[in-house]
């Protein structure tokens, strides 16, 4: 007999008042989130919206907020769900009314990101999230030297940076906090970029002072609560608080 998961969707229409609904998937095996959600809009509902292009956990298209922890959809089994430990210290997530007889222990409750505005079931704005990040300017800007090769840097030196360059920009760290109550707050994933790029030796220092001046202002690293959340959510291992922290204590002024 093939085994059944059932799960619990977040749905919303825009413009009206988000509802629950059920949805029951036959599983396969190493099915993932990400597959099952396939299932319902493709034999149950096709007007479920979500979104997704990878599959692999490297797009970050598919984050999702999973029996309350918010995760990548393509990288979570359906079957690893109920028994994957959350991280410690999650803030309250709430989406809307989850139903009263909602049971925890065999239905996967499926919700969009925290702390951006749902457009249609899954799929959230994520305008604030891009202004952010292209506000910091993470990108490279050196002196064209034209000599083979131009970007030397030692090893040491990349290791340093590495699990920053995995960022996915997936958003699941604006999970923290301070992003629930300040949307100025420029958030733990451009603040993130911005490190990766400051501590990159391959940027000349003025477009490091350039990056140092745009995360300085008040909704930029000063608004920063150190709770941390960002580092324990993060797919990727990015650590984003620490490199908030980091930021701090290396390019601004006490
Ligand atoms: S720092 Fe981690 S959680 Fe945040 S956007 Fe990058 S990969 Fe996603
Ligand atoms: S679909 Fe690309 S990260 Fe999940």
């Not at 993932?32 to 493709?42: K, P």
């Not at 291992?237 to 002024?253: C, D, F, H, S, W």
């Amino acid at each position: 007999m093939v085994e059944k998961q059932k799960f619990l969707v977040y749905r919303k229409n825009p413009g009206e008042t988000p509802r629950y609904e059920r949805y029951t998937v036959p599983l396969k095996p190493g099915m993932s989130v990400l597959e099952a959600l396939f299932y319902i809009q493709d034999h149950l509902d096709s007007s479920f919206a979500f979104r997704y292009a990878c599959r692999g956990a490297i797009c970050g298209s598919c984050g999702i907020t999973i029996d309350k922890f918010p995760q990548l959809a393509c990288r979570t089994q359906v079957t690893a769900v109920k028994s994957t430990k959350k991280p410690l210290k999650l803030p309250e997530l709430t989406f809307g009314e989850v139903p009263n007889d909602w049971n925890q222990e065999t239905e996967i409750l499926i919700e969009p990101l925290p702390n951006m505005e749902p457009i249609k079931d899954l799929v959230v704005e994520m305008e604030p999230f891009w202004k952010f990040y292209e506000e910091v300017k993470p990108y490279f800007v050196r002196e064209y030297i034209d000599v083979q090769p131009e970007s030397l840097q030692s090893f040491e030196d990349a290791r340093s940076i590495e699990h920053l360059v995995y960022c996915i920009l997936c958003g699941i760290c604006w999970t923290c906090p301070v992003n629930a109550t300040n949307s100025n707050y420029l958030g733990p994933t451009a603040l993130a970029k911005a490190y990766r790029f400051m501590a990159d030796t391959r940027v000349d220092d003025s477009h490091r002072s350039v990056i140092a001046g745009r995360v300085s202002k008040e909704d930029g690293v000063p608004a920063c609560e150190k709770h941390f959340v960002c580092n324990r959510v993060c797919p990727k291992g990015v650590k984003p608080g620490t490199a908030i922290q980091n930021t701090r204590k290396e390019y601004l002024t006490p």
